[in-house]
C-alpha cells in the first residue's frame, strides 16, 4: 500500500506559538514524510454486504520541528524541539457495500497505536528526549475495486487519534500531546 497524502495535527510543543511570552520568537513546521505501510486481512461476503479485518503496521519518517528564540535579561535563549512519528498500527473492522459487481465502498474503525519522540534542546539546559507508544482508536472510509480475481486496487481515507498524554520535560517542565493522524492512500491487494 502507498501512502500519496499525509497530514498530521493537533501535536502541541511545550508553548505553543500564541502563548510564547513577548521576547521570544517562534518557528513552527507541521509534520511531513513518508510511510511504508503492510496490512493484512480477511472479509466474509453475504449477498451484497462484506465483513472484513484488517491490521496495518507502518514505519514513517514524519517529522515536525519548533523554535522560539530571545533574550531573558540580556542574555540569548533558545529552545528547540524535533518531534517524529516512527511507526503506527492499526486494527480494524470493516465493513462494506458492493455497488457493482467490481466495486465495494466501505467504512473502517478500530484501535490505533502511535509512536511518538521528542527531542527538546535549551540553552543552558542541554537536550532531553522522550518517546511513547500510546494506544487511541481510527476510523476512515474508502472504494475498493476488482482488477482480476486475485488482485483489487483501493483508494482509502483514515483518521488517527490517540487522544491527549502527559509526560515531563528535563524531569520538571509538564507536557501534553495530542497525537491524530489524517492518512490518505491507495493499495494494491491479494487475495488468497
Known amino acids: ?32 514524510g513518508d510511510r511504508r505501510p503492510e496490512q493484512i486481512g480477511y472479509n466474509w461476503q453475504v449477498g451484497n454486504w462484506i465483513l472484513g479485518l484488517e491490521a496495518d503496521g507502518q514505519g514513517t519518517d514524519q ?17 528547540t524541539q524535533n518531534d517524529s512519528i516512527p511507526w503506527f498500527v492499526t486494527a480494524r473492522g470493516r465493513i462494506g457495500y458492493a455497488i457493482a459487481p467490481m466495486y465495494m465502498i466501505y467504512a473502517t474503525g478500530g484501535g490505533a497505536w502511535m509512536d511518538f519522540k521528542s527531542t527538546i534542546g535549551a540553552t543552558g539546559l542541554g537536550t532531553a528526549t522522550w518517546e511513547t507508544s500510546h494506544g487511541g482508536w481510527a476510523a476512515g472510509a474508502g472504494i475498493e475495486g476488482a482488477i482480476t480475481r486475485n488482485w483489487s486496487w483501493k483508494a482509502e481515507y483514515l483518521h488517527l487519534d490517540t487522544g491527549t498524554f502527559n509526560t515531563t520535560v528535563f524531569g520538571v517542565i509538564p507536557a501534553s500531546v495530542r497525537l491524530t493522524d489524517d492518512i490518505g492512500r491507495f493499495g494494491i491487494n491479494y487475495r488468497f
Not at 12 to 28: G, I, M, S
Not at 63 to 79: H, N, Q, W
Open 63 to 79: 517529522k515536525s520541528s519548533f523554535s522560539a528564540s530571545g533574550l531573558v535579561g540580556g542574555v540569548p535563549i533558545t529552545v
Open 1 to 32: 500500500m502507498i501512502a500519496f497524502r499525509q497530514q498530521c495535527a493537533e501535536i502541541p510543543h511545550l508553548d505553543a506559538t500564541d502563548r510564547l511570552p513577548a521576547f521570544l520568537h517562534a518557528e513552527v513546521a507541521g509534520f511531513s
